[in-house]
């Protein structure tokens, strides 16, 4: 083998050592991304529904958990805004969650929903609402937060301005 054989030979090798590695370092990546989330295909809704692993929903199965989120109705809407309606879905008579349902059909919607999972999605702190998983269904998006019972900011902040306070 001339000196241009044993080049290519060392260039295959490299070659075939980086994309070995790549795959192993994504497989190990996907892995670890697995273990912290609980990933359902949501055959009712022909979605795919994605629980992070929280010690709130430890206690339920989450087909258990899908079953009732895709049995909200009006009578559960606690609020609206802009891109989408937020209800109040109640488990095992105790544990309490906000969903928010974004209904498909404009890409400023699809937009907004990726917008809130990336900003929401990695946020741990007690003062931020925590976000426990979502859904992605070709019809609706659902995000799903703790629920706050005393409702947002916003509307404290707005029944607020009519309390006069003393001089
Ligand atoms: N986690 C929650 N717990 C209790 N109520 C909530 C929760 N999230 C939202 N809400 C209620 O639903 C309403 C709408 O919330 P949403 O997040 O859709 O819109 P927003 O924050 O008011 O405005 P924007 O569309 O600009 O984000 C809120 O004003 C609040 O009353």
Same mark, same amino acid.
């Given at each position: 083998m001339g000196n241009a054989g044993v080049l290519a030979f060392y260039i295959t090798i490299c070659c075939v050592a980086f994309v070995i590695s790549k795959i192993v370092v994504s497989v190990l990546l996907y892995r670890r991304w697995q273990r912290k989330h609980n990933v359902i295909q949501n055959s009712m809704s022909g979605g795919k529904m994605v629980m992070f692993r929280s010690e709130k929903l430890q206690a339920l199965t989450s087909e258990a958990f899908l079953k009732k989120t895709m049995k909200?109705? $009006?009578?559960?809407?606690i609020g609206s805004g802009g891109y989408g309606t937020v209800y109040r879905l109640i488990i095992n008579d105790s544990i309490a969650f906000a969903v928010k349902r974004v209904n498909r059909g404009s890409a400023d919607r699809d937009r907004g929903f990726e917008r809130e999972l990336k900003a929401m999605g990695d946020i741990k702190h007690r003062n931020i609402v925590t976000l426990h998983g979502y859904c992605t269904a070709p019809q609706f998006n659902l995000l799903i937060y703790d629920l706050m019972? $005393?409702?947002s900011l916003d509307a404290l902040l707005h029944r607020m301005k009519f309390i006069v306070l003393p001089a």
């Open positions: 909200l109705t $009006n009578k559960d809407i019972p $005393n409702g």
